[in-house]
């Protein structure tokens, strides 16, 4: 609007539609058609118009906007989020992105429409989302989980993707191996699995280890199948670092296939700490969040948020290192030399600091 002040009438014109609907979407007073509110919500976010933000204008609404329900990370963090909002008598609404950007530009709209109290999202990247830094410019009681840092106005509580990848590529060096495919999401989908392949690429350089290319798969489809025969006849890996649990879980499945031991022939390591990773054998060796606590913490923040008891806070949460079963001696004379002078690994407590 070149600097002008966005009214009602603006929303209204964007929208095609009257000055009454919007005022009617904005409290809520009268039922609305889906179509038309989704129009207004869409106007309002584009033009930083707020459609209401004190209590009158809102519900006992928190809204959730996650990739995928598929990975039980995110149900994890979802179990937090409606504990510490039933506690303080909100109910959550959850909204899916399916790990694209204009999933969650449609998935905000559909959130918006709820006229919640505030937002907890995990997007593709902060830094480049443009649903979340609509959401910033209206100053929307928001905070995101697993991400990196955002635009300001927003929280966000997250645990060292890079450093914490480092520790567990740190474990594969340790027991000899050279040749470590990282296997990832796109990283155009995920800030998270791009800084956890910043990680291995710390720890490999750091010991004089040239990395591999990366393997990039499709969130959604990694789960079903991975077929790594191409990269492991390309680049003879002993060792797979996948960017999370269910990346690793399929990975060792196709290693399987391929008639190759988990860890004999490949050793495997993985990233979140589900509670699938303890029940699978060999036990996998992962790096743990605490999604469930991480949940509860952004909950907390957003509500405080919009009660105006506190502003948005970094937080940076501990993740733990795991030891299982998947990590075996390279194969072959690729021991460690002596004078590499690997760093010592730690296995931090899990807490939260700013």
């Known amino acids: 609007m070149n600097g002008a002040v966005v009214t009602i009438r603006d929303v209204a014109r964007v929208a095609g539609c009257s000055i009454a609907t919007v005022s009617r979407v904005a409290t809520g007073s009268v039922p609305v058609a889906d179509a038309t509110r989704q129009r207004v919500i869409a106007a309002a976010l584009s033009l930083n118009f707020p459609l209401g933000r004190g209590p009158s204008a809102s519900r006992a609404v928190l809204g959730v906007l996650v990739p995928s329900l598929a990975n039980p990370v995110f149900a994890a963090a979802l179990a937090g989020i409606e504990r510490c909002a039933r506690l303080r008598g909100v109910s959550t609404v959850i909204a899916q992105s399916h790990y694209l950007p204009e999933g969650e530009d449609e998935g905000v709209r559909a959130l918006m429409a709820e006229r919640p109290r505030g937002l907890i999202l995990t997007v593709c990247d902060p830094a480049t989302s443009r649903a979340l830094g609509e959401i910033a410019a209206q100053r929307l009681p928001a905070a995101t989980i697993y991400n990196g840092s955002g635009p300001a106005g927003v929280g966000s509580v997250a645990v060292d993707n890079r450093g914490a990848m480092a ?31 910043v990680g291995y690429r710390d720890a490999l350089q750091a010991v004089g280890v040239r990395p591999l290319p990366p393997l990039e798969v499709d969130f959604i489809d990694a789960a079903q199948d991975i077929d790594l025969t191409a990269a492991l006849d390309r680049h003879r890996p002993t060792a797979i670092a996948a960017s ?62 919009a009660a105006g008891a506190r502003g948005p806070e970094a937080l940076r949460v501990d993740a733990t290192l795991l030891r299982g079963e998947t990590i075996g001696p390279a194969p072959g004379p690729q021991s460690l030399s002596p004078s590499a002078n690997l760093p010592t690994t730690e296995t931090p407590t899990p807490c939260f600091s700013d």
């Open 244 to 305: 999370n649990d269910l990346l690793a879980v399929s990975a060792i499945a196709s290693l399987d296939r391929m008639g190759l031991s988990v860890p004999r022939d490949v050793s495997v390591t993985g990233f979140d700490g589900m509670e699938l990773a303890t029940l699978i054998r060999p036990r996998l060796t992962t790096v743990a969040q605490p999604s469930t606590a991480m949940g509860m913490v952004a909950a907390s923040m957003v509500l405080d948020m």
């Open 167 to 197: 520790l567990v590529v740190l474990e594969l060096l340790k027991a000899g191996h050279r040749r470590i495919l990282f296997v990832g999401g796109r990283f155009a989908s995920s800030d998270r699995s791009a800084a956890r392949h």
